[in-house]
């Protein structure tokens, strides 16, 4: 999976870059969809970001 974090901590554009088999995408993207992130005041502020997230499923 790779995403963009928003600097409001959502992630958005999520897309699926590689898969083995792909009955789980789209619950994939949605439980991505559901994650929030949270940045430090004290670090940055209004950052954006892209991340890659790699599960393998056995």
Do not use: H
């Given at each position: 999976?790779?995403?963009?974090?928003g600097a409001d901590g959502v992630?958005?554009?999520?897309?699926?870059?590689?898969?083995?088999?792909?009955?789980?995408?789209?619950?994939?993207?949605?439980?991505?969809?559901?994650?929030?992130?949270?940045?430090?005041?004290?670090?940055?502020?209004?950052?954006?970001?892209?991340?890659?997230?790699?599960?393998?499923?056995?």
């Amino acid at each position: 999976m790779r995403y963009d974090v928003g600097a409001d901590g959502v992630p958005e554009n999520i897309r699926v870059i590689q898969a083995r088999n792909d009955c789980f995408d789209k619950e994939a993207a949605i439980a991505v969809a559901m994650w929030r992130y949270e940045v430090s005041d004290r670090v940055w502020t209004d950052l954006e970001t892209t991340m890659t997230f790699d599960q393998s499923y056995r």
